[in-house]
C-alpha cells in the first residue's frame, strides 16, 4: 500500500510506510486500515463521552438507560435482556443496574406475572436525562461526521456492516 501523495503521513501512515520498507514482500494493507479504524474510533468515543459527562453519565450507564428508552413504553426489561443487547454478562448488568438506581435513573419491580421475576424500568428522570442525552450525543455524532457527505456515510456505514458481519461469523 502507498501513501497518497497529497495526504499527510501520520502515525498510521508512517506506521505503514516503515513495514512497507522493512518488508516489501507483505501487504501491509490491513495496517492501515485497522490503525484508522482505531483512531477514528477513539476520537469519536472521546468526544461523545465528553457530551455525556454533561449529563453525569458514563458511555456504559448511557448504553443502558438508551436500551431500556428504545423498547417504548413503559421503558422496561428484564435485566438479561438488557445484558443480552449490550453484550453485558449478568454480574456486570447488577453492578450497572445499582449504580442507575442508586442515581434515580432507573427502578427496579417484580414482573406481575412472576415475581421471581425482576424488572427495570426507567424512571421519569431516567426517560427525561435520556432524551436530552441523546439529542446532545446525536448533534455531536453528526459533528464528528461532518467531514463525510451523506452518500460516504451511507457506503462507510455499510462497509463497517460488512466487515463486522465477516469477522463475527470467522470468531463464532
Known amino acids: 500500500m502507498t501513501v497518497a501523495a497529497n495526504m499527510p503521513v501520520d502515525g498510521v501512515e508512517a506506521t505503514v510506510q516503515r513495514w512497507g520498507a522493512q518488508r516489501p514482500d507483505l501487504d501491509v494493507s490491513p495496517i492501515a486500515v485497522i490503525g484508522w479504524l482505531t483512531t477514528a474510533s477513539r476520537q469519536i468515543e472521546r468526544r461523545l463521552s465528553a457530551v455525556l459527562t454533561e449529563y453525569d453519565l458514563q458511555s456504559w450507564e448511557f448504553d443502558v438507560l438508551a436500551t ?3 423498547d417504548g413504553e413503559p ?12 453484550r453485558v454478562s449478568n454480574s456486570a448488568m447488577t453492578n450497572r443496574i445499582n449504580r442507575l438506581e442508586e442515581a434515580g435513573l432507573v427502578e ?4 406481575p406475572h412472576n415475581r421471581r421475576i425482576i424488572i427495570i424500568r426507567l424512571t421519569e428522570q431516567g426517560v427525561e436525562v435520556t432524551n436530552r442525552a ?3 450525543y446525536l448533534a455531536e455524532g ?8 451523506r452518500e460516504e456515510v451511507d457506503q462507510l456505514c455499510g462497509l463497517l456492516r ?6 463475527t461469523a470467522e470468531s463464532e
Open 68 to 70: 431500556l428508552r428504545t
Open 75 to 86: 421503558y422496561e426489561m428484564c435485566p438479561g435482556t438488557i445484558g443480552g443487547h449490550l
Open 108 to 111: 427496579r419491580h417484580f414482573s
Open 134 to 136: 441523546m439529542n446532545a
Open 142 to 149: 453528526r459533528n464528528a461526521l461532518e467531514a463525510l457527505s
Open 162 to 167: 460488512k466487515l463486522s458481519t465477516e469477522t
